[in-house]
Nanobody, 129 residues
Framework: QVQLVESGGGSVQSGGSLKLSCTVS????????LGWFRQAPGKTREGVAI???????TYADSVKGRFAVSQDNAKRILYLQMNSLKPEDTAMYYC???????????????????????WGQGTQVTVSS
């Protein structure tokens, strides 16, 4: 059974950095499309960054140039390095996975076409001004 467990969230001042981790277990790691999503109070969930099995990465415009997604295949950990954080980055962050096919990418507006069927429990990121 696939399991995803996030860690690394916290509170930081505007301009600061955080690194989120997502430990992945229970499946053939390389065959999955992996991504980070976030949901702020009162807002819909949006895609933030996605990494495909060939290491191709895509980002929403709201985080491009500030966030970086990567994976350690040996340790089976997905990362999200977040720099130059802004108050509007405050949200619950989730990692997710899918092996169901579909475009493994996030659109500039944060949309995702692939159906992500496995989710972590989320980790809170709070950025104060």
């Amino acid at each position: 059974q696939v399991q995803l467990v996030e860690s690394g969230g916290g509170s930081v001042q505007s301009g600061g950095s955080l690194k989120l981790s997502c430990t992945v277990s229970g499946y053939t790691y390389r065959r999955y499309c992996l991504g980070w999503f976030r949901q702020a109070p009162g807002k819909t969930r949006e895609g933030v960054a996605i990494i495909a099995s060939d290491e191709t990465t895509t980002y929403a415009d709201s985080v491009k140039g500030r966030f970086a997604v990567s994976q350690d295949n040996a340790k089976r950990i997905l990362y999200l390095q977040m720099n130059s954080l802004k108050p509007e980055d405050t949200a619950m962050y989730y990692c997710a996975a899918t092996s169901r096919g579909g475009p493994c990418r996030v659109t500039p507006s944060g949309g995702v076409s692939a159906y992500f069927d496995t989710w972590g429990q989320g980790t809170q990121v709070t950025v104060s001004s």
